[in-house]
């Protein structure tokens, strides 16, 4: 939702796809022409690694444009992704200037010009009070939206339907051995939560992504730390914006 938002507000049409799977299909719908391919790395079905080795394998494709997309900043996971063939990286939470200045370096002339940047605040008619929300910079929160409160309060509330229940979810999936699924609800909340300007969450949330990866001792307290966080968070913006 977050980087369809900024993609349009730069002029761009944008098709979105669940996963690796699904963009491969849309890729190989007759008559269709993309410009780049904006890559999520950790998706469930099939990841992003594998769906762009698909894609330069099939060779219809071996000079699109690829940026991986992913919460994870480490140069490995750097290295992976130009292993796997794509061209440029971005990391999570997304800066809508340095995608802006990604997409120009891959693809100059396929971008409209624009009057504004994109961090250039929103007119009077898009603005609104926030309410109280502990646990959350909104300041920081706000700018990650191009200062568009509207945008910003969609994003909170969809983080909330969102993961409100992930806690209870990575205890299931741990209970059941499910580390794959642990992992990837820890990792897609430690993006979504600097997005939002929620520090201490983002944090707890690395410390159970790599508790769970490493098989680490300290899981449990990781666990319980960061459903304290996420409950601060997620309390916060349902009462703010009176959610049930």
Known sequence: MIAREILESFGAIVETADNGRHALEKLAEPGTNFDIVLMDIQMPEMDGLEATRQIRAGGKHADLPIIAMTAHSFEDEKLRCQQAGMNDFLSKPID???????LLRWKPNAMPTQKNSPSTPSTVTDTVELPNLPGIDKVEGLSR???????????LCDFYRRFVGEANA????????DRATAERGAHSCKGLAGSIGAHELQAASLALEVAIHENAKNLDDCLDDYAAKLAIVSTGIASGFKLE
Do not use: D, G
Request: charged share 25%.
């Open 170 to 177: 990575i205890r299931k999936a741990l209970a059941t051995n």
């Open 145 to 155: 939206m191009m200062n568009k409160p509207r945008l910003y309060e969609r994003i």
């Open 96 to 102: 809508p200037t340095l995608m802006q200045q990604v």
